[in-house]
């Protein structure tokens, strides 16, 4: 049977609503989304949101996990309950694998976490609008009583494009449990093409596949909506299955969904690791100061002051790393937030590079390392608060010295190079070990060598200006051997 619909009308630019309680989240959003045509409206709070909600008809909202008022939650929970039909997005910087599970079970649409790059939120929104812009036509077809799964699938070319352009895997099955839909994403899972997938029992394809456990779950599902979560390779994605009913509540077909959350668990796994190793890098200085203020106070060496003068230094010193320690966690923590609390400032790199020179001259004479330097005549300053280049150019330096050898160099250079200034901070120190080029980038980690054993640091530092360089539209590169000394390499818009 052919059927041929009524012509949909044009349904105008989309109308998205962003609610996020920081402005400068908003703003960026909303400047995004309107300069590629979307109607765009702002709401700071749950219950200014609620209210749009209420007055408005929105094709997509961006809903903030964590509110002032009200959580992006029972926002959702409030949509699902009247009826909207905006499809809804949960945005937030504490993504985890619980946080996800609880939204798709409340009946969101996509989980983004914090932080996201604009190609990200654009994706996000393109495939939401066609998402909802298919569930109207579908309910249209619905209504209209023209057109069975099957007939959507093979004569609606204009939802069967949209589908097969998501991101998540899709496959639609009707009451046969035959499969009419099946977009790139799904068959690519699958290792099947298109048409060894349609018009085909579902079993066939999933049974032999990676989706072998789902196969059952869709040909007799439990319940209307089932949420699961299955891993296939490295990957994690987020399972479900929904039955389609018609108005007399007989099953017309069912369609599952496979999301990709692989960066939402590795980010619980980062934050896990994350949490473990701060604990240990706080409780081990204070349990050694604890333990030279007890020798003072018991006074296990005698009642001479002197006696006790190298444990209270030790201890002084200790302190010192935990006080700088915290210093480096504010740190890393601010260079998180999507903007710097600072203005970016147009700065030229060579008077901020030799203020940083002159503020590690000590350090620099203490290991007798010589000091270099070269910066290109009519370099174009960059764009970026003042306080961010400080500290990529302070860390990079004080680790230039602290990882060098009595007697080297540290050579700072600014050129530039196409579209960027790169700044280089090249040592003669030891090296880093090419299997660990990688890992120094990321929190607290440090090369365990004999060369290193007695070396304080934190071990943020360099996470700290990946970061810093990042938000400010750069990049931190790196080149070393080990024994022979590393180049640090900041590019930074010119």
């Known amino acids: ?275 473990r190793t701060m604990v240990h890098e706080l409780k081990s200085p204070l349990a050694a100061v604890r333990s030279l203020i007890e020798v003072t106070t018991d006074k296990s060496l005698g009642d001479d002051l002197d006696s006790y003068l190298p444990m209270l230094r030790r201890a002084e010193d200790r302190i010192d790393g935990l006080v700088q320690l915290i210093g480096d966690l504010l740190a890393l923590s601010r260079s998180e937030q999507a903007e710097s609390a600072g203005d970016p400032e147009l700065l030229e790199v060579e008077p901020v590079a030799r203020t940083i020179l002159e503020a590690h001259a000590e350090r620099l004479a203490a290991r007798n390392v010589t000091p270099q330097t070269e910066f290109e005549p009519g370099l174009a300053p960059v764009l970026i608060p003042a306080d961010d280049l400080d500290t990529i150019l302070s860390n990079l330096l004080g680790n230039a010295v602290k990882y060098n050898r009595d007697g080297g160099t540290v050579a700072i250079r600014a050129r530039r190079d196409g579209e960027w200034v790169r700044i280089d901070v090249q040592d003669t120190g030891i090296g880093i070990a090419t299997e660990h080029l990688e890992d120094v980038l990321r929190e607290f980690f440090r090369e365990k060598r004999p060369e290193t054993r007695d070396l304080e640091g934190s071990g943020l530092g360099l996470a700290i200006v990946k970061r810093l360089a990042e938000r400010a539209g750069g990049r931190l590169e790196l080149v070393s051997e080990e024994g022979s000394g590393s180049t640090f390499s900041v590019l930074l818009p010119a």
């Open 1 to 275: 049977m052919t059927v041929t619909p009524n012509p949909t009308p044009d349904p105008g630019p989309a109308r998205i609503l962003v609610v996020d309680d920081e402005y400068g989240v908003r703003s960026g959003i909303r400047q995004i989304l309107e300069i590629e045509g979307y109607i765009v409206e702002e709401a700071g709070t749950g219950t200014e949101a609620l209210a749009l909600l209420e007055a408005n008809d929105y094709d997509v909202a961006f809903l903030d996990y964590r509110l002032p008022d009200i959580d992006g939650m029972s926002i959702l929970r409030t949509i699902k309950a009247n009826g909207l039909q905006a499809m809804t997005c949960m945005v937030t910087a504490y993504a985890n694998i619980d946080t996800a599970i609880a939204a798709t079970r409340q009946g969101v649409d996509f989980f983004l976490p914090k932080p996201f790059l604009p190609d990200d939120l654009l994706a996000v929104a393109e495939t939401l609008v066609r998402h909802r812009q298919a569930r109207g036509e579908a309910e249209r077809l619905r209504r209209e009583n023209e057109a069975s799964l099957l007939a959507l699938a093979e004569e609606k070319t204009q939802t069967h494009s949209l589908i097969s352009s998501l991101r998540d895997a899709v496959l639609v099955v009707n009451r046969d449990n035959d499969v009419v839909l099946a977009n790139r994403a799904m068959t690519a899972l699958l290792g099947r093409t298109e048409d060894e997938v349609l018009r085909r029992p579902a079993d066939e394809s999933l049974r032999a596949g990676p989706l072998g456990s789902l196969a059952g779950q869709l040909a007799a599902p439990q319940k209307d909506r089932t949420v699961g979560q299955l891993s296939i390779g490295e990957r994690s994605y987020m399972t479900s299955i929904v039955t389609f009913r018609a108005e007399d509540g007989v099953a017309l077909g069912r369609i599952l969904t496979l999301s990709d959350i692989s960066q939402v668990r590795r980010l619980a796994l980062e934050k896990e690791r994350f949490i």
